[in-house]
């Protein structure tokens, strides 16, 4: 019987992407006679602006064992309740997308119905006021989740926002010392198979020829093995997310250390602001349709907080996806499969799910083309539900001041989008997705949040008594003062722990 095992993997391409997957595969595949190599290049280097997470990431780094305290002494890691978005329904708005629900949910009806019911009684307070990670996150504090169900400082998630450049040579080490073995080396040459049309090996510009079963391209925007020998074809998003470059900068870190990203829209895009326990990492995403680069690189200048400690650096993309993420023998992850802002920090995430969805089908040499195209299929869910949360952000807004807000006004939408926002608009109700990475409490944090407040709530909620209502939200706003005013100031709590690095006393 003919042995059909993959012998040998060959990622393309290190960096953020290039290393998760190597270090994944080397905790998957341990004890099996399986060879992982990665080829990278330094003269090429990476993008490596993303440095802000979901909680997801957590689960990824338990998966491999790591422990918390020694990646975020590793990676200058802080924590992260959620993101901050400020001027986007209105200029002078500002609310948290936090990693959380808002209450709880009484007899399946979430709480925002009941907040609903009490704003047309006239009741002015924040529904903000009943999430503890966003009035921690308002108060700079942190504190990880208790253990016992019931309280309010159990009901949120967190994640990390660290220096992806240090987290990938982080899992570099991690891989390395599993028996991954890294090749340095810039590719030249793809060999195709004459047969079947599978990548049969990479040359190096030093004459050295790599072959493997599994190719997993890791190459960034350029898509050296997905695009460039096997020609996949990419989706072009620019319609509905326009814009297509970015420039970027550290600066010194100065007052509160904030557990939260910050996003700030501007007149042709928005600004980054993430905090890191040596740094803060800023940048501004744009369209070229609507601003210069030069205007662009000077409008982030004039909004920072604290000196520069480099020059901005100036990056290209274009928003979209690859129409096939696994071609062959050949599967993209990363920049290579696709593209999407990081205005929801999903750029990480995206990895993970390649990553997950790729272990979850590893296939053998038959490469059964049912297991590829189950995997095209759910990456391009993954994408596209992504895109819809991100271009929400755009359209669930007012603004009308500069002819990048006045294009999103009048933008046609996907269809899956227009029907989430006209059901919500209805009567509150958010349509749950099968395969989605935003569950309805992030798609309510941003629709209230901008100002897309439904016709009805619950019809359920107008049966109870008003009384009642005001005070149980009495208390619950107090029950969330109370646990917040005991919770640490977030600086502090790093500093006390293991996992202090550039905040270390």
């Known amino acids: 019987m003919t042995d059909r095992r993959i012998a040998s993997v060959c990622i393309v391409g290190g960096g953020t992407a290039g290393w998760m997957t190597a270090a994944a595969l080397a905790n998957r595949l341990a004890g099996l006679d399986v060879a992982v190599r990665l080829i990278e290049s330094e003269e090429i280097g990476t993008v490596g602006v993303g440095e802000a997470t979901l909680p997801h990431i957590r689960a990824f780094n338990t998966t491999l064992g790591i422990a918390e305290p020694e990646l975020m002494r590793a990676t200058e890691a802080t924590?992260?309740?959620?993101i901050e978005f400020c001027d986007w329904g209105r200029i002078g708005d500002r609310y948290i997308h936090p990693f959380g629900n808002y209450g709880p949910v009484d007899d399946g009806i979430p709480f925002y119905h009941q907040w609903l019911r009490l704003r047309a009684m006239g009741d002015t307070s924040r529904l903000d006021e009943y999430s503890y990670p966003v009035i921690a996150a308002e108060q700079n504090r942190f504190r990880h989740p208790a253990s016992e169900p019931g309280r309010v400082e159990s009901s949120f998630g967190y994640a990390y926002q660290f220096?992806?450049?240090?987290?990938?040579?982080f899992l570099r080490r991690y891989a390395e010392a599993r028996g991954v073995e890294r090749s340095e080396g810039k590719v030249v040459d793809v060999a195709l198979d004459g047969g079947n049309?599978?990548?049969?090996?990479?040359?190096?510009?030093?004459?050295r020829v790599i072959g493997a079963d599994l190719f997993i391209d890791c190459s960034g925007f350029r898509g050296l093995l997905i695009e460039g020998a096997l020609q996949s074809g990419y989706d072009d998003w620019s319609r509905w997310l326009p814009c297509n470059r970015a420039v970027a900068v550290p600066t010194e870190s100065r007052g509160p250390l904030g557990p939260?990203?910050?996003a700030t829209a501007r007149t042709a895009g928005w600004q980054w602001r993430i905090p890191l326990q040596h740094r803060v990492g800023n940048?501004?995403?744009?369209?070229?349709d609507f601003i210069s680069d030069d205007d662009a690189q000077q409008q982030l200048i004039d909004h920072l907080d604290a000196p520069m400690q480099a020059e901005p650096r100036r990056l290209r993309f274009t928003t979209g996806r690859r129409r096939d993420f696994w071609k062959r023998n050949v599967v993209a992850i990363g920049l290579a499969g696709g593209f999407l802002e990081p205005l929801e920090s999903t750029s990480i995430h995206l990895i993970q799910d390649g990553i997950t969805e790729l272990l979850g089908l590893f296939p053998d040499r038959g490469f059964a083309a049912e297991d590829i195209d189950e995997y095209n299929q759910r990456m391009a869910l993954h994408f596209e539900r992504v895109r819809d949360f991100l271009l929400l952000h755009y359209v669930a807004t007012q603004r009308d001041d500069s002819p990048m807000w006045r294009h999103f006004r009048a933008l046609t939408l996907p269809d899956s989008l227009r029907h989430k926002i006209d059901t919500w608009r209805t009567r509150g109700y958010v349509v749950p997705y099968q395969f989605g990475l935003f569950l309805p409490p992030s798609w309510i944090a941003v629709?209230?949040?901008?100002?897309l407040v439904p016709g009805a709530c619950d019809p359920r909620v107008a049966g109870m008594a008003a009384g009642a209502l005001v005070k149980r939200a009495a208390a619950l706003r107090a029950e969330v003062a109370d646990a917040v005013r005991a919770t640490p100031d977030h600086a502090d709590y790093i500093r006390r722990s293991p996992a202090a690095a550039g905040l270390a006393a």
């Open 197 to 207: 049309g599978f990548v049969r090996n990479v040359t190096l510009a030093d004459g």
């Open 260 to 262: 939260y990203t910050r």
């Open 163 to 169: 220096d992806a450049s240090l987290y990938a040579a």
């Open 447 to 451: 629709m209230l949040g901008q100002g």
């Open 79 to 82: 924590y992260k309740l959620g």
């Open 283 to 288: 940048g501004h995403v744009y369209c070229s």
